[in-house]
């Protein structure tokens, strides 16, 4: 299986990965074809397909904010069960965010993810096992991820300004006993994230001003 970087639209392995992101993923967690030329550019997003006998099988896409010290993992999809590809993407994905932060001079303290809420979007991923948000759940709990302990919606990607929700915020500590985040980190951490997104609903405003009310949230089990 082979580990290779996208940042064209026009690799034909681009118009693989998109495919498969839009059969598993709901529309609102899916950038446009076209909307991707740019993001693929920005040398700070990391996009990688798992090509496995020149077949797109699997994908992630990450970054990693050395003025934070944190990484975020914005989706990792796994097309085909019995292959390895959770553990492959999740391998390349460590060695090439270590990579990242010993060039910028810097120690991670963790890294975000957004997890489905298996009791809330169940019926989007019916159709691919390891996709299943239960399994997901579970894996990225063994993980060592935790929840931040707040009701957390984000801007919708189909770019209508709607909010989404039936996530949960999540935080994998590179300290294992570290308990809790400051919000400031949080709230520096979602504003830049969703720049990208200009039209933000009612919702995510209420959300950070309640950020904005509590010094620290707790990291829970999920």
């Known amino acids: ?14 118009a693989s990965m998109h495919n498969l992101m839009k059969v598993i993923f709901p529309p609102e967690e899916v950038l446009a074809f076209d909307k991707w030329e740019g993001p693929l550019q920005d040398e700070s997003i990391h996009v990688y397909v798992a090509v496995h006998e020149g077949e797109v099988v699997g994908a992630t896409e990450y970054r ?17 069960a019995g292959l390895g590809i959770g553990r492959f993407l999740l391998r390349g994905r460590e060695r090439d965010i270590a990579r990242l932060a010993a060039a910028s001079g810097t120690e991670p303290i963790g890294m ?16 691919l096992s390891p996709m299943n948000p239960y399994v ?45 985040l400051p919000t400031s980190l949080i709230r520096q951490f979602l504003n830049t994230y969703y720049s990208a997104l200009p039209a933000k609903p009612d919702e995510w405003h209420a959300m950070m001003a309640k950020l904005g009310e509590v010094e620290r949230l707790p990291l829970l089990p999920l």
């Not at 996208?6 to 681009?14: K, N, R, T, V, Y």
């Not at 990693?64 to 085909?80: E, H, N, Q």
């Not at 209508?160 to 915020?169: F, K, M, P, T």
């Open 1 to 14: 299986m082979e580990y290779i970087r996208i940042q064209s639209i026009h690799d034909p392995l681009f």
């Open 64 to 80: 990693y904010y050395p003025d934070m010290r944190v990484a975020m993992t914005d989706f990792t999809i796994i097309g085909k």
């Open 112 to 127: 975000f993810a957004e997890i489905y809420n298996p009791s809330q979007v169940e019926e989007k991923f019916a159709g």
């Open 136 to 180: 997901r759940r579970e894996v990225l709990s063994h993980m060592g991820y935790k929840r931040i302990d707040f009701s957390y919606v984000h801007p919708s990607w189909e770019e209508n300004g709607e909010a989404v929700s039936g996530l949960d915020l999540s935080f994998l500590p590179a300290d294992e006993e570290r308990a809790d």
